[in-house]
Each structure stands twice: as C-alpha cells, then as structure tokens.
C-alpha cells in the first residue's frame, strides 16, 4: 500500500504544478471562473500531498521527497507551456480528476483489505472531492 501512496503522492506534486501551468496560461470566455477553479485545484493537491506524506510517514515509511523520484513515478501526463482554451481546460483537469478517483480508489480497496480504516477515509474523502470537482466541470461544458 505504500508504493501505492507514494504513486498518489507523485500524481499530486505533478499536478500542483500542471494546474499551475492550466491556471496562468488558460484563454477564453470563462477565464475568470477556470482561473479561480484551477488555483483551488492546486491548493488542494497541497493540501492532499501533506496529508497523504504524513499517512505514510505514519505509518513508518518515507514518502517521495525529491523531484527526480516523484517524476520517476508519477502517471501523470504533463503540459507545455502554452495557451489552453477553456475547453481544453476542463477536458484536461477532469481527465486528472478522474485518473485521481482510479488511484484513490484503489488505495482505497487496499486500504480496506489491510483494516486500515485512517486510509480509507483519506481516501473516500478524495474521492468524494474529485466527484465534485468532475461535476463542476461537466455543468460548465454543458
């Protein structure tokens, strides 16, 4: 369960800055809502990072801290730096948000099977905050 953490871990950091990248370089008529959305993306992905570190640094183990590591594990796709349309926008952040449910829920599952019930709430509260997020975004393509 930890290298699965640590996987979840590597996604966030990369996505901290991926949203960044999104937030500073997003063009088109809702810029200013998809602005505002994506800077509270990428201070919960802090916020998510920390506490997951900490579940397993609780757990005894180390969580990745250095880039080199964090890029070696991470599956997240990265951006360059362009322009995105806000369309572009939503596609990419709820393609992330929904390959963050897959992994939260997986941990989830291991979690659950090892009785580690800290875990699976940390995790069913990601879940539960992705969902919304994906839902925000779909009223806004709608």
């Known amino acids: 369960m930890i290298k699965s ?3 979840y871990v590597a ?6 800055v991926k949203f960044h990248n999104l937030h500073w370089n997003v063009v088109g008529p809702q810029f200013i809502p998809l602005h505002q959305f994506s ?3 990428y201070e919960g992905f802090f ?7 900490e579940l397993i640094k609780m757990r005894g183990e180390f969580p ?13 796709k990265e951006l360059g730096n362009e322009s995105y349309t806000t369309s572009q926008m939503l596609s990419i952040m709820k393609e992330d948000f929904e390959g963050l449910i897959s992994l939260a829920t997986s941990i ?3 979690a659950d099977a090892k009785n580690d019930f800290t875990v699976v709430a940390v995790m069913e509260d990601e879940i539960a905050k992705y969902e919304k997020h994906i839902w925000f975004i779909k009223s806004m393509q709608a």
């Open 5 to 7: 953490l640590n996987l």
């Open 39 to 41: 800077e509270t993306a």
């Open 64 to 76: 990745v801290g250095n880039l080199k590591e964090v890029l070696s594990l991470t599956t997240v």
């Open 108 to 110: 989830r599952g291991e």
């Open 47 to 53: 916020e998510s990072y920390d506490a997951v570190a």
């Open 11 to 16: 996604n966030l950091a990369v996505l901290n």
